[in-house]
């Protein structure tokens, strides 16, 4: 599958390059198209926001929120964004996919369905089988 670049605002991109990422999120964030936060739309997976994507090997679909380390909390639906899930979904726009590797071994695609940038953070993750 060919790469697309993803999409990072300013804000977003200079907070997760000081905390030293993993390599295979670093390498993402380095090829992003870096722009004013306010020129981020609003179907592009940022911090803080909610998306719903499909794991396509799983054939599951899930909803969680991209948040800080320091702030993640699974029975929350909030996921790190050093996290598998969080590190591929960064920067993703609605409609596109991302093949990553996962601590187990495999390699999943992930899609990107739906973003919700006025997410609350007091909604838990949901998981519906496909």
């Known amino acids: ?3 697309s670049n993803i999409v ?9 390059m000081a905390m030293q990422p993993p390599p295979t999120l670093r390498a993402e964030l ?7 936060t306010e ?3 609003t179907d592009v997976v940022t911090m803080n926001a909610r998306v719903h994507y ?4 799983a054939g599951l679909d899930r909803e969680v929120r ?13 996921v790190s964004v050093l996290a598998p899930v969080g590190a591929a979904l960064i920067g993703l726009s609605v409609g596109q996919a991302i ?10 695609r ?3 369905i739906a973003v919700d940038q006025a997410a609350t953070t007091s909604e838990a993750t949901s998981t519906r089988q496909h």
């Open 66 to 78: 991209i948040v800080f380390p320091d702030e993640a909390d699974i029975a929350q639906g909030k």
């Open 8 to 16: 990072l605002s300013e804000i977003d991109f200079v907070r997760l």
């Open 99 to 108: 093949d990553w590797d996962f601590p187990d071994g495999t390699e999943r």
């Open 39 to 41: 020129s981020v739309q």
């Open 54 to 57: 499909r794991d396509e090997k």
């Open 30 to 36: 380095e090829r992003a198209i870096v722009i004013p």
């Open 110 to 112: 992930l899609t990107v």
């Open 1 to 3: 599958m060919p790469e």
